[in-house]
């Protein structure tokens, strides 16, 4: 059926300019709902989200340093979205598991990582089958920060120096180390320094810092390496000694503690990255958002005071700047671990 429009007849019809008439047939109205309902399915993916809780995945047990600052950033991103904020532990094999946990959910951003150097640059080049390319298996989002290792020791163990780790294990003919587990970046910077050293270290893994450092007070093992993030109180105690930071320069946490540059072993600098990614292929709204988001958080004078609590140095970089960082890192570190031969 056809509907013609007509200007109305009358007085003011008269005085104002003709027009044509307009005709809406059944066939237009179809087309103009279609582009309608085209354009509502065009619109971004942001509109939508979040309406649900969201997940940020820690590959590492609760207690170390990733854990705590997931659980920092998790807050403040639920405040800022108005959505609740989860973090979800899934550790185990140089962080691979919720590595590839999170490359292979939906990239809808309900599900995201707290990358860090482990199972981005280090643990997929320490299995015999690469689970993931950590380039492009991931959407990365945000850089959140920095931090060096510090390689420590019980002090009943009577190591006071990296010179003491050398010359125990060489007199010993091997000394055990321990680390958040296997593929993190403590076994690996343990397995450089027995490359560097040329002694026979023996690697204890752990499900993560906060079990390793149980064992560590307990004196069941003489050395550990971590992030310094968690570590610092132990220190102020005397419960543990800090032997060496793997930085170049000194960690304003601890000022009187030497660089591993310092104490003439400069292959042995190493610092851990952390992050925000996702799954690949997730919409570039939701990953602007995030990203600015975090930035936001990243400046804020209580997070900044609490990455500095935490031995983080905070570093917002856009989207692809980080992208480029981390390409970058695998690139330099994933030929070191394979050079190294270092296997889980």
Do not use: C
């Not at 343990?190 to 560590?216: F, I, N």
């Not at 109180?233 to 030497?258: E, H, I, N, Y």
């Amino acid at each position: 059926m056809t509907h013609r429009l007509t200007p109305a007849r009358g007085p003011a019809a008269t005085s104002a300019p003709r027009t044509a008439p307009r005709t809406v047939t059944r066939r237009r109205a179809l087309q103009w709902a279609g582009a309608g309902a085209a354009a509502a399915l065009a619109l971004p993916a942001l509109a939508a989200w979040p309406d649900k809780p969201i997940k940020i995945i820690v590959t590492f047990a609760p207690g170390g340093a990733s854990d705590i600052l997931a659980r920092v950033m998790a807050e403040q991103l639920g405040k800022k979205l108005g959505q609740s904020v989860v973090v979800d532990n899934r550790p185990g094999a140089g962080g691979t598991i919720g590595g590839t946990f999170v490359s292979q959910a939906a990239p809808d951003g309900y599900t995201l990582m707290l990358s860090n150097t482990t199972p981005i640059a280090l643990g997929p080049f320490t299995l015999e089958k690469q689970p993931y390319d950590p380039v492009t298996a991931f959407t990365h989002i945000a850089h959140l920060g920095s931090a060096p290792l510090v390689v420590m020791a019980n002090p009943k163990s009577g190591i006071h120096s990296l010179a003491d780790i050398e010359s125990t294990a060489r007199k010993a003919g091997q000394m055990s180390f321990g680390s958040g587990g296997p593929g993190s970046i403590g076994h690996i910077h343990g397995e450089l320094m027995k490359k560097v050293m040329g002694v026979s270290l023996q690697h204890v893994p752990y499900r993560g810092g906060a079990p390793m450092t149980t064992d560590l007070l307990a004196g069941v093992i003489p050395v550990g390496i971590d992030v310094l993030t968690a570590y610092v109180p132990f220190f102020k105690t005397g419960q543990l000694v800090p032997l060496a930071v793997t930085s170049t320069v000194r960690s304003p946490l601890l000022p009187d503690v030497p660089t591993v540059v310092e104490l003439r072993y400069p292959k042995l600098v190493l610092e851990n990255f952390f992050g925000l990614s996702g799954p690949p292929k997730m919409p570039a709204d939701i990953v602007a958002r995030l990203n600015s988001l975090s930035n936001e958080v990243l400046v804020m004078p209580d997070i900044k005071k609490k990455f500095e609590e935490l031995g983080i140095v905070a570093v917002p970089q856009d989207v692809a700047a980080f992208n480029a960082f981390v390409k970058d890192q695998v690139g330099i570190l994933g030929p070191t671990v394979k050079g190294a031969g270092i296997k889980l």
